[in-house]
Nanobody, 116 residues
Framework: QVQLAASGGGLVQPGGSLRLSCAASGSTRTINTIGWYRQDPGKERDFVASITSSGSTDYADSVKGRFLISRDNAKNTLYLQMNLLKPEDTAVYYC??????????WGKGTLVTVSS
């Protein structure tokens, strides 16, 4: 079992920055890929970014060049540095982990609001 706890959401003005954190606990050594999804009310949950245990990263086209995903394995913590934020980045952001045996885990979301 893997537990995920996301934090760092809030209100930010367009063009601003915010950093999300996701603390992983439990069977963290079983995690292969960990990342972020986001969801607007009434819409599907969309992929944002991910990073594998070997450090390979992947980003949604909409956030490439603006968001940076990283992980601190010693602290079992995932980060998402979000820069040049736009109103369309407003959503609830969820931390997601997939284990080597393809089990999916989700944390509770953290709300990011980009508005002036």
């Amino acid at each position: 079992q893997v537990q995920l706890a996301a934090s760092g959401g809030g209100l930010v003005q367009p063009g601003g920055s915010l950093r999300l954190s996701c603390a992983a606990s439990g069977s963290t050594r079983t995690i292969n890929t960990i990342g972020w999804y986001r969801q607007d009310p009434g819409k599907e949950r969309d992929f944002v970014a991910s990073i594998t245990s070997s450090g390979s990263t992947d980003y949604a086209d909409s956030v490439k060049g603006r968001f940076l995903i990283s992980r601190d394995n010693a602290k079992n913590t995932l980060y998402l540095q979000m820069n040049l934020l736009k109103p369309e980045d407003t959503a609830v952001y969820y931390c997601h982990a997939r284990t080597y045996n393809v089990m999916d885990y989700w944390g509770k979301g953290t709300l990011v609001t980009v508005s002036s």
